[in-house]
Nanobody
Framework: QVQLMESGGGLVQPGGSLRLSCVVSGISGSIRNMGWYRQAPGKQREMVAF???????NVADVLRGRFFITRDDAKNTVYLQMNKLKPEDTAVYFCNVYVKTSRDEMSDYWGQGTQVTVSS
């Protein structure tokens, strides 16, 4: 049973910071890319950032410089550090991971999401 458990969301004032965590459990195989997406009310889900197995990262252009993604493979955990938060960052943030389940197969998994609200 694969589980992705996000945590760290909450209410923060504009300019504040939050750190999201996602712990992956129950997998068979090796975790490859790990990432974060978000979905604001009335909007489609959008990519926030992802990080590859070797540590290479990509962050959405509009978020680069404020958002940072890291991973701890010993803990099967991916983090999203969010700084200088703006009201438009308000969304449900979802963890997403890709797992190599066999030599020629890859599977992806999603967490339930954690709410981030930026408001004064």
């Amino acid at each position: 049973q694969v589980q992705l458990m996000e945590s760290g969301g909450g209410l923060v004032q504009p300019g504040g910071s939050l750190r999201l965590s996602c712990v992956v459990s129950g997998i068979s195989g090796s975790i490859r890319n790990m990432g974060w997406y978000r979905q604001a009310p009335g909007k489609q889900r959008e990519m926030v950032a992802f990080i590859a197995r070797a540590g290479g990262t990509n962050v959405a252009d509009v978020l680069r410089g404020r958002f940072f993604i890291t991973r701890d493979d010993a803990k099967n955990t991916v983090y999203l550090q969010m700084n200088k938060l703006k009201p438009e960052d308000t969304a449900v943030y979802f963890c997403n991971v890709y797992v190599k389940t066999s030599r020629d197969e890859m599977s992806d998994y999603w967490g339930q999401g954690t709410q981030v609200t930026v408001s004064s």
